[in-house]
């Protein structure tokens, strides 16, 4: 049987029976786990672990679930038409510039502006951001980034009936990986739950009670 030992586990636990289907009578600031007697800090543990998706481990230390890998990549690689952009500045390799050249599209650019705000909200995604934008585009990330892609396909498309841009390898990989990724952010309840959970300062005042 797996006991609580950390007090985050403990603040998850409460969480969990306070927001629970079953909306327990939990004290708003529970009291530190050495003040309940261990065959009640079992019993709330194990009930707890029947209302919660994922482990202990998949929690930050500000008791929100972590953003995973695979979502973070998701959003760097909306990013590219900037590296895209950046690259010529940056790079005198002929190579690169010439790739930069041939597949920079302004239209491509500006459809970054909703995945620049979800990287941005990422980076920020503490307890202290009060930025009332920041924690609205974090709650809109999955919609951002789904309208990101989207608008790629969109203006990829587009530039091709009109023959603006030419069919090619390049373009064949973009097309795919954004359908993969609409696929991934559409499917997956992991990034739902993500996105629905901002942390706050309630985290910290129980913290700064329990080490009193």
Avoid: C
């Amino acid at each position: 049987m797996t006991y609580l030992t950390q007090p985050s586990h403990w603040y998850l636990v409460m969480r969990i029976l306070r927001k629970g289907p079953y909306q327990l009578p939990i004290t708003h600031y529970p009291l530190p786990i050495t003040h309940y007697p261990l065959p009640i800090t079992n019993f709330l543990f194990s009930f707890a672990m029947t209302q919660i998706k994922y482990r202990f481990e998949d929690y930050n230390n500000y008791n929100v679930l972590k953003i995973p890998l695979t979502l973070v990549l998701t959003n760097l690689y909306l990013l590219k038409q900037i590296v895209i952009f950046v690259l010529p500045m940056i790079s005198s390799i002929p190579l690169l510039t010439k790739f930069a050249h041939e597949h920079f599209n302004l239209a491509l650019l500006l459809s970054s502006i909703p995945a620049i705000l979800v990287i941005i909200s990422m980076i920020r995604r503490a307890p202290k951001t009060r930025l009332r934008l920041i924690r609205w585009s974090w709650h809109r990330g999955r919609f951002l980034l789904l309208s990101t892609l989207f608008l790629e396909i969109g203006f990829i498309i587009l530039y091709l009936i009109l023959g603006i841009t030419k069919f090619n390898e390049v373009t064949l990989i973009f097309l795919y990986l954004d359908a993969v990724l609409i696929f991934y952010l559409m499917k997956s309840q992991r990034v739902r739950d993500v996105f629905a959970e901002f942390p706050t300062l309630e985290v910290k005042k129980i913290e700064v009670r329990k080490k009193e």
